[in-house]
């Protein structure tokens, strides 16, 4: 079992740019969640997904799109990036009715 | 809407003795869970231990425990023993129980520094 895993585990980016966060994981859970890490703010929920086809939207979700075609996959994307998206990106996955999340080892994202 | 509290931004502590870390939260929710999970300088989010609310016995995890209070709304973690490799950051969060997708968000404090010094 590889568990969570996130692709890239560094990016740079500039201004405006696009592109996806990758985040895969095996243990065939239903639970699929992206948050962000900033400076002195702990984690907040960015989107999450109970299922393939399922998304709802977290605590932070303007400026990222999801969707889950899949069990295994929750990519998330940013459109056009800015510097305020400059953060460490985790993402998690957990069983239904198990409540422990595990969490991938993130993505540091440098947005200039 | 829940919100966790995390007062001590950081903390110090020396080797092979205790230290608590504090944990408060506020919420009108009757069942949930709380969390405290360990971040070390490697990044990787990794669980400690979990108190679910309807349980009055406190969890404990070797050399970890909780004090949870519920009323007072309190939820700290007790490391004895302190060693070197718990020198992290530790987050407290909190999680309504039931079915549901919006029932697996966590809501996570500030986090605390700890330094377990030699």
């Known amino acids: 079992n590889a568990g969570v895993t996130q692709t890239p585990k560094f990016q740079v980016l500039k201004t405006g740019q696009s592109m996806t966060l990758q985040c895969a994981q095996d243990m065939n859970h239903e639970y699929m969640s992206w948050y962000r890490q900033d400076p002195g703010m702990g984690l907040r929920l960015i989107h999450y997904s109970v299922g393939a086809g399922i998304t709802d939207q977290g605590e932070v979700p303007n400026g990222y799109n999801v969707s889950r075609s899949t069990t295994e996959d929750f990519p998330l994307r940013l459109l056009s990036a800015a510097p305020s998206q400059t953060s460490v990106y985790f993402c998690?996955?957990?069983?239904?009715?198990?409540?422990?999340?595990?969490f991938g080892p993130g993505t540091r994202l440098t947005v200039t | 809407a829940q919100t966790v509290t995390q007062s001590q931004p950081e903390m110090s502590v020396q080797e092979a003795e205790t230290v608590t870390l504090s944990c408060t939260y506020d919420?009108?929710?009757?069942?949930?869970?709380l969390f405290w999970y360990k971040q070390p300088p490697s990044r990787q989010m990794i669980l400690v231990i979990r108190q679910e609310a309807y349980k009055q016995q406190n969890a404990t995890e070797n050399r970890f425990s909780v004090n949870f209070q519920k009323a007072a709304k309190s939820f700290s973690l007790k490391i004895s023993d302190s060693q070197l490799g718990d020198t992290a950051m530790y987050f407290c969060?909190?999680?309504?129980?039931?079915?549901?997708?919006?029932?697996?968000?966590?809501?996570f404090g500030k986090g605390t520094l700890l330094t377990v010094n030699p």
């Open positions: 969060a909190f999680m309504k129980h039931g079915s549901g997708g919006s029932n697996y968000k966590l809501t």
């Open positions: 998690a996955s957990s069983r239904q009715g198990i409540y422990e999340q595990y």
């Open positions: 919420t009108s929710e009757n069942n949930y869970y």
